[in-house]
Antibody, heavy 123, light 107 residues
Framework: QVNLLQSGAALVKPGASVKLSCKAS????????IHWVKQSHGKSLEWIGS????????KYNENFKNKATLTVDKSTNTAYMDLSRMTSEDSATYYC????????????????WGQGVMVTVSP | DVQMTQSPSYLAASPGESVSISCKAS??????LAWYQEKPGKTNKLLIH???TLQSGTPSRFSGGGSGTDFTLTIRSLEFEDFAVYYC?????????FGAGTKLELK
C-alpha cells in the first residue's frame, strides 16, 4: 500500500535552515509528482510546490520561491524539502503528498499524504 | 490565486443527522475540486475529487456536488467517525488552494 513517511519534528533556530524528508513506498516513486503543503498552527493549508522524481522538475508557489527548495533521491525513494532562513512565520506543520494523477504536471488533488512534521522556530 | 471560501467554519451535529458544507471559488474552477478529511493521529484522507467522484474507500454516505464556483459536501446519517475537520481544494490552476476548513463537532 502507498505510504509517505516523513521525518520527525524539528526545532530550528531563527536564521537557520532545515531539511525535511518524505520516504515513499508502495508505488513507482518516479512516476508521481510529490507535493508539499504548509499548515500554520490552527490555520488552513498552503501549497508550497511540487517535484517530479523522474526528472527532478520542480514548480513552486511564488510565496515560497525564496524559502523552499525541493529535491529527490530516486535511489532511496525519498523527497526532500529545504527551508532556509527560518523565522517564526515558518513554524508550522509541513506535509508531503502524492499527486492523484499518474505522470501529471497539471494541478492535482492529493490522494496520499504523509503524517506531517511539525517545525518550530525558536532561539 | 483562486480564493476558496468554505462555510460554515464550525458545525455541530449528532450521529444520524445529515450535514452539508459549502465551498465557493472566486472564479470558475470547472469541477476540479477535492474534499479532504483531517483527523488527529491520522493522515489526511482524500474523500472526493472531480467535484463528485468518491475516492476508493470513501463511504457512500459522503457525496459531493456542484461545478463552476459553488460546491457542496454532504454527509448523510453521520457516524461517530465522521467528526473531523473538512477542507476543500481547487486544482483547476496553479497554485492549488484550499478552503479554511470546517470543523464538524459532536452536539
Amino acid at each position: 500500500q502507498v505510504n509517505l513517511l516523513q521525518s520527525g519534528a524539528a526545532l530550528v533556530k531563527p536564521g537557520a535552515s532545515v531539511k525535511l524528508s518524505c520516504k515513499a513506498s508502495g508505488y513507482p516513486f518516479s512516476d508521481y509528482y510529490i507535493h508539499w503543503v504548509k499548515q500554520s498552527h490552527g490555520k488552513s493549508l498552503e501549497w508550497i510546490g511540487s517535484i517530479f522524481p523522474n526528472s527532478a522538475y520542480t514548480k513552486y508557489n511564488e510565496n515560497f520561491k525564496n524559502k523552499a527548495t525541493l529535491t529527490v533521491d530516486k535511489s532511496t525513494n525519498t523527497a526532500y524539502m529545504d527551508l532556509s532562513r527560518m523565522t517564526s512565520e515558518d513554524s508550522a506543520t509541513y506535509y508531503c503528498s502524492r499527486c492523484g494523477y499518474y505522470y501529471s504536471g497539471f494541478p492535482c488533488y492529493f490522494d496520499f499524504w504523509g503524517q506531517g512534521v511539525m517545525v518550530t522556530v525558536s532561539p | 490565486d483562486v480564493q476558496m471560501t468554505q462555510s460554515p467554519s464550525y458545525l455541530a451535529a449528532s450521529p444520524g443527522e445529515s450535514v452539508s458544507i459549502s465551498c465557493k471559488a472566486s472564479k470558475s474552477i470547472s469541477n476540479n475540486l477535492a474534499w479532504y478529511q483531517e483527523k488527529p493521529g491520522k493522515t489526511n484522507k482524500l474523500l472526493i475529487h472531480s467535484g463528485s467522484t468518491l475516492q476508493s474507500g470513501t463511504p457512500s454516505r459522503f457525496s459531493g456536488g456542484g461545478s463552476g464556483t459553488d460546491f457542496t459536501l454532504t454527509i448523510r446519517s453521520l457516524e461517530f467517525e465522521d467528526f473531523a475537520v473538512y477542507y476543500c481544494q481547487q486544482y483547476n490552476e496553479y497554485p492549488p488552494t484550499f478552503g479554511a476548513g470546517t470543523k464538524l463537532e459532536l452536539k
